[in-house]
C-alpha cells in the first residue's frame, strides 16, 4: 500500500521530525510514504507528485499556515487529493502548526487529538514528541480500521 505525504517545505522540521513515525508506520501495516523529497534527478516534479498522489492510498496533510498559503498544495495537490477522498483513499489532516484549515478540510477528523478529545497542534504539545507520538498512533489506527489490517509483528505470541 503507498501513502502520500503533502506538506509545505517551510515545515521541513516537522516533516523530518514526523517521517521517523511514519517509518515505524509504514513497517507495522505495509505502507510505503512518498513524499517529494524522494524526486531524483531527471524527474518532472509535477508530474511525480500528481502520480504519487493517484496511486496512493493514504494522504497525510501536514497543515501549517505555510500549508494552505502554498498555491501549489492548494491548486494541484489537494484537488487531487480530494478527487482520491471520493474515490475511498484515507486522507488524515495533521494539525502541525495552529492555522485557519477547518474550511479546507474541517470535514475530515484531523490529528493529533489529547486525551481529552481536542485537537492541539503538534506545536502546542509539552513536549512535542508527544504530539508526534499520538499523531502518530491515531493514523496507524486510521490505517488499521480504513483497510482492516493488524499490525504486523515480528514476534509470535503464543500461550504457555
Not at 505502507?31 to 511525480?48: E, L, Q
Not at 495537490?77 to 483513499?89: D, M, N, T, V
Not at 487529538?113 to 512535542?128: C, D, F, N, S, V
Request: include cysteine; hydrophobic fraction near 45%.
Amino acid at each position: 500500500m503507498r501513502g502520500f505525504v503533502s506538506y509545505a517545505h517551510v515545515d521541513h522540521a516537522p516533516f523530518g521530525a514526523l517521517q521517523t513515525y511514519l517509518t515505524s508506520i509504514g513497517r507495522a501495516y505495509d505502507v510505503v510514504f512518498w513524499a517529494d523529497k524522494r524526486i531524483t534527478a531527471g524527474n518532472h516534479w509535477s508530474d511525480r507528485v500528481a502520480r504519487e498522489i493517484e496511486g496512493s492510498h493514504i494522504h497525510l496533510l501536514l497543515m501549517s499556515p505555510a500549508f494552505f498559503a502554498s498555491d501549489y498544495i492548494f491548486e494541484k495537490e489537494l484537488p487531487a487529493i480530494a478527487e482520491r477522498c471520493r474515490a475511498g483513499a484515507l486522507i488524515v489532516p495533521i494539525l502541525v502548526k495552529p492555522c485557519f484549515w477547518w474550511p479546507f478540510v474541517g470535514v475530515i477528523q484531523a490529528v493529533p487529538m489529547t486525551l481529552r478529545g481536542e485537537l492541539l497542534a503538534i506545536t502546542e504539545w509539552k513536549p512535542k514528541h508527544n504530539g508526534y507520538n499520538a499523531a502518530a498512533n491515531q493514523i496507524a489506527d486510521a490505517i488499521g480500521e480504513q483497510f482492516n489490517r493488524k499490525p504486523k509483528t515480528p514476534f509470535a505470541w503464543t500461550a504457555s
